[in-house]
């Protein structure tokens, strides 16, 4: 197998995102209001050959909301 790079079993994340969306029944337009959020994550790979992950995340949005999330591989 010669020197081939040993994977990173736990990686950290620092993420952010944003969206919107519309209601016409409520007169709203798409990019009328943006909602953004961001957080920080933990990833411990599981499986290399699959290449699967195991997520943990903490995100915070606006309005004060919070959330605590589980995943089993990426998103993106």
């Known amino acids: 197998m010669g020197n081939r790079k040993k994977p990173e079993l736990v990686r950290a ?5 944003a969206f919107t969306a519309n209601g016409k029944q409520n007169g709203i337009d798409l990019f009328d209001y943006v909602n ?4 920080l994550g933990l990833r411990y790979l599981l499986n290399e050959k699959a290449r699967t992950y195991i997520g943990l995340d903490y995100g915070w949005g606006q309005y004060g909301t919070t959330g605590f999330y589980i995943r089993l591989n990426e998103n993106f």
């Open 13 to 17: 994340i620092v993420y952010a995102n």
């Open 36 to 39: 953004v959020g961001y957080g």
